[in-house]
């Protein structure tokens, strides 16, 4: 069965220092997504990324990067120079059979000034 | 552009009182649709999803159902609400066609079972 596991249960730093947050997944397919969603404190999910199985390249967006490793099974997600308007909770999630995500319980993450 | 509306954003009920949450999407065609349960502290569960109208697939036995009456209409409703109904509730899109599709999200309805 998939699973999607965020050891982090809350990250606290300050403002413009650089902060990861873990993810780790099993799954017994070779064809799988990986997804990472933020979740403001209004509660809305807001997509940041999608990565399929067979596409290891790391992603860099602006301030945000993504390393995905299938040797680990881990997909990390790694916010550069982070702002406070950035805290939120942060869930990675997993898509190997049909349409259903599997999430993880997610990272509370507190970007303090 | 798609947008993804849910109502009520924020709710109270007795214990064993009916409920009604409705979500609806527009801007696009033949979605796929989904149910989300966020408890206090917990990850998202997924509690219902349907690919057609009058397509439901439950992943969880409770005493929730729902209903796709229309192509972009999807409603989560119960008949007697249990004090461990209380929580967050999402509803979510994705494109029909291919599988694996990222979700897109609504607003959520917070639902307080006193």
């Known amino acids: 069965a998939q699973k999607v596991t965020q050891a982090q249960t809350e990250i606290s730093v300050v403002e413009k220092e650089d902060v990861t947050l873990d993810c780790v997944y099993e799954?017994?397919?070779?064809?799988?997504?990986l997804f990472w969603y933020k979740q403001p404190p209004s509660g809305e999910l807001v997509f940041l990324i999608r990565r399929n199985s067979f596409d290891e390249q790391n992603e860099i967006s602006g301030r945000y990067s993504w390393n995905f490793q299938k040797s680990t099974s881990s997909f990390n997600f790694t916010i550069t120079a982070s702002q406070v308007v950035e805290s939120a909770v942060y869930l990675c999630a997993l898509s190997d059979y049909g349409n259903k995500l599997v999430f993880g319980a997610g990272t509370i993450l507190r970007v303090k000034s | 552009s798609q947008t993804i509306h849910q109502w009520p954003a924020t709710l109270v009920q007795p214990v064993g009182s009916p409920l009604s949450l409705e979500c609806t999407v527009e801007g696009t065609s033949n979605p796929n649709l989904y149910w989300y349960r966020q408890a206090a502290g917990r990850g998202l569960q997924l509690l219902f999803y349907s690919v057609g109208i009058g397509q439901i697939s439950s992943e969880v036995p409770q005493n929730l159902s729902a209903s796709r009456p229309q192509d972009r209409q999807f409603i989560l409703s119960s008949k007697k609400l249990l004090l461990s109904d209380s929580g967050f509730y999402l509803c979510?899109?994705?494109?029909?066609?291919?599988?694996?599709?990222?979700?897109?999200f609504g607003p959520g309805t917070r639902l307080t079972v006193l």
């Open positions: 979510a899109w994705s494109p029909t066609g291919p599988i694996y599709n990222e979700q897109f």
């Open positions: 799954t017994r397919d070779t064809t799988y997504y």
